[in-house]
């Protein structure tokens, strides 16, 4: 059966909600689910934008036609290739036979790469910046490239300022019902959701991320539609997102706070990030967040590493270097941009390794700045340990007292 949402006049939601998947791309973790969004602009010309999951085929033209209403269809719109968004292109292309292809010379060649050549003559190539009249509306082509495949573009209707965003501004979690971004932005964990959507997805991107804002600057925006997650419709939530995105894409942290992520078998470095949490409680720190790094998904801590101004890494000794788990997680972070942040470290050795000198290696090219005592512990706390962590904590709240956000 058909499901649809008509989120602006002629503008119809045709996507699905996948509460089914475990994890997204097969990487992170995603408890409620995802959407893949789709759009039906209707006008003289009847356009499609972005197409979903290959699980989703049979709801996907049902929406379809439904918003169709018995019209034709005339363009497809392909913002990106990932394969979330373009498993039935080719459904749609042989449902509807009048129904172009729109993307750029890198999407149509994509799109031969992960399916076929069978639609080359229904190919529209456009060109950055260049525009389609459908009507009453015009829809002007913004080149987004790395945010973040290669191909990427946004579409811009210039009529009442609607802007499809692609991934970007997207969020996990499945939409339940309420597809307003009003609704739903100040509650529950939706920010939670769209920081690890972003910082874990298009992170790296940062510096395209703030081309794209450069050339959509001085663009009135009164909506913004991305392909994942609510659709952003009044000024304040509008505000709300690019302030964030002002931050994920800058570096910068969004709020003072600690983030410790331990790796521990036996307990000993648990043991000494929970009291170093208490003494940091102690000297006034009031967001402090802890990660077991073997428990979570990496995409929880290391979008709270890119939140948060301070971070505490404690690695421990594993064959003579770094325990896996915290090897991998400090790669990753890496990998996300992560940098500009204030850290300090904990280390466990029992007979030695080079777990924390491999920890700064990995580390390196994010031009942290380290402060305070590297701590020290021989398998398990003790006393001495004890103070140097209550110091650490005491360097750590001086200098959080003096970050400026
Ligand atoms: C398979 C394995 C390999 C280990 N390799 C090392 C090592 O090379 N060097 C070392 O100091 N400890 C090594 N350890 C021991 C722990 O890493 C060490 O006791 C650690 O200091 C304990 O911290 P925890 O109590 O937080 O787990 C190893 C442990 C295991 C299970
Ligand atoms: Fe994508
Ligand atoms: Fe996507």
């Known amino acids: 059966m058909h499901n649809i949402i008509e989120v602006l006049d002629n503008i119809y939601w045709v996507g699905v909600n996948d509460r089914r998947i475990n994890r997204f791309e097969n990487m992170f973790e995603v408890p409620n689910g995802v959407s893949y969004n789709a759009f039906v602009i209707k006008d003289e010309k009847n356009v499609l934008m972005d197409s979903v999951e290959g699980a989703f085929t049979r709801q996907y033209l049902e929406n379809v036609e439904t918003a169709l209403d018995g019209e034709?269809?005339?363009?497809?719109?392909?913002?990106?290739?990932?394969?979330?968004?373009?498993?039935?292109?080719?459904?749609?292309?042989?449902?509807?036979?009048?129904?172009?292809?729109?993307?750029?010379?890198?999407?149509?060649?994509?799109?031969?790469?992960?399916?076929n050549d069978n639609y080359k003559d229904r190919y529209v190539e456009i060109k950055d910046g260049e525009k389609l009249n459908i009507g009453k509306r015009n829809l002007k082509f913004v080149f987004a490239p790395m945010v973040h495949w290669p191909e990427v573009f946004m579409t811009y209707e210039t009529t009442e300022g609607l802007f499809f965003s692609a991934d970007a501004f997207g969020a996990f979690n499945a939409i339940a019902g309420n597809i307003e971004a009003d609704k739903v932005i100040h509650k529950g964990d939706w920010l939670e959701q769209a920081r690890r959507y972003y910082i874990n997805i298009v992170g790296k991107q940062g510096k395209m991320v703030q081309n794209l804002f450069k050339k959509v600057e001085g663009l009135d925006i009164n909506a913004i539609l991305p392909l994942h997650g609510p659709v952003y419709k009044d000024a304040d939530s509008i505000n709300f997102i690019l302030e964030k995105y002002g931050h994920w894409a800058g570096f910068t942290p969004e709020e003072k706070g600690v983030v410790i992520v331990y790796s521990s078998m036996y307990g000993g470095t648990e043991q000494a990030s929970d009291i170093l949490a208490n003494f940091l409680a102690q000297e006034g720190v009031e967001d402090i967040v802890l990660y077991d790094v073997s428990d979570w998904d990496y995409s929880y801590p290391i979008a709270d590493c890119h939140r948060f101004s301070h971070q505490v890494f404690a690695p421990i000794n594993y064959n003579a270097g770094l325990y896996y788990k915290m090897d991998a997680f400090l790669r990753e972070l890496v990998g996300t941009g992560y940098k500009n942040r204030t850290v300090s470290f904990l280390n466990n050795w029992s007979w030695g390794g080079r777990s924390l000198e491999i920890s700064k290696e990995i580390l390196e090219p994010a031009k942290l700045n380290y402060i305070g005592e590297d701590v020290k512990i021989n398998s398990a706390v003790k006393e001495p340990n004890v103070e140097e962590l209550r110091e650490l904590a005491k360097v750590i709240a001086e200098d959080y007292k003096n970050t400026e956000i």
């Open 72 to 115: 034709e269809l005339d363009y497809i719109i392909v913002s990106h290739m990932e394969p979330d968004h373009c498993r039935n292109i080719d459904f749609i292309l042989k449902e509807y036979p009048n129904c172009k292809f729109v993307g750029n010379s890198k999407t149509h060649k994509f799109f031969e790469q992960f399916y």
